[in-house]
């Protein structure tokens, strides 16, 4: 089985830096996902990590460490349209399910 | 491109009634799926298909029925509606295993 933990909920200011934290534990690994959902829509991808490092888009980026079970979503230069939920999602070695988190529900404050 | 859609956006369905959400897709994916997600809670994948008459179960697969007689439609079908299925369906697709999933607008079901 999966266990995806991320924290519920984070506040930042306008401008400021956040880190939101995955770690996960899984009978096998091939890919995590990072989702942004704003309230009321539909999730829509951000980033994919399959090997460990950092992958740099803009404003966002996401680090993987397999051998820890560990990923961050880095969003810097925060901006009010930043508040959202973020989901983290792993895929498995076997199979072509995605697994998500419960979601981390992003505010951000003037 | 429509890219994936669903309808309807919203139904309300009594105890005990039965319908059909429907999911369409245009590019061609040949993965495609439904997730459920409750309120405040991440999606449970209900059902996914890898293509045209291949359907397999996900997590939470009790209560709901799928088909795929073509590559664009994926339907999802509540039989005997049950207060526990209040929720938001996402249909997905993909055109790889690895590949990104593109999720259509959702349907929201509430079943009393």
């Known amino acids: 089985g999966q266990n995806i933990d991320q924290p519920t909920e984070m506040t930042a200011t306008e401008g400021a830096i956040v880190q939101i934290n995955c770690t996960y534990q899984?009978?096998?690994?091939?890919?995590l996902f990072w989702y942004q959902q704003h309230a009321g829509e539909a999730p829509t991808f951000l980033s994919y990590n399959v090997l460990d490092g950092l992958e740099e888009k803009g404003r966002f980026s996401s680090f993987l460490s397999r051998s820890k079970g560990y990923s961050y979503l880095l969003l810097k230069e925060l901006q009010m349209k930043d508040s959202a939920s973020y989901l983290c999602?792993?895929?498995?070695?076997?199979?072509?399910?995605?697994?998500f988190g419960g979601g981390t529900r992003v505010l951000v404050k003037p | 491109n429509a890219g994936v859609t669903q309808t309807p956006k919203f139904r309300i369905l009594k105890i005990g009634q039965s319908m059909t959400l429907q999911c369409a897709q245009d590019?061609?994916?040949?993965?495609m799926y439904w997730y459920r997600q409750d309120p405040g809670m991440g999606l449970k994948l209900i059902y996914y298909?890898?293509?045209?008459?291949?359907?397999d179960k996900g997590e939470v697969p009790n209560g709901y029925n799928v088909s795929r007689s073509t590559t664009e439609d994926f339907p999802l079908r509540l039989e005997l509606a049950a207060p526990s299925q209040t929720s938001v369906y996402f249909c997905a697709s993909s055109y790889d295993l690895a590949d990104t999933q593109y999720f259509g607008p959702g349907t929201r079901l509430t079943v009393l």
């Open positions: 298909s890898v293509g045209a008459g291949i359907t």
């Open positions: 999602a792993v895929r498995a070695a076997a199979g072509n399910k995605l697994t």
């Open positions: 899984t009978s096998g690994f091939n890919g």
């Open positions: 590019m061609n994916h040949n993965y």
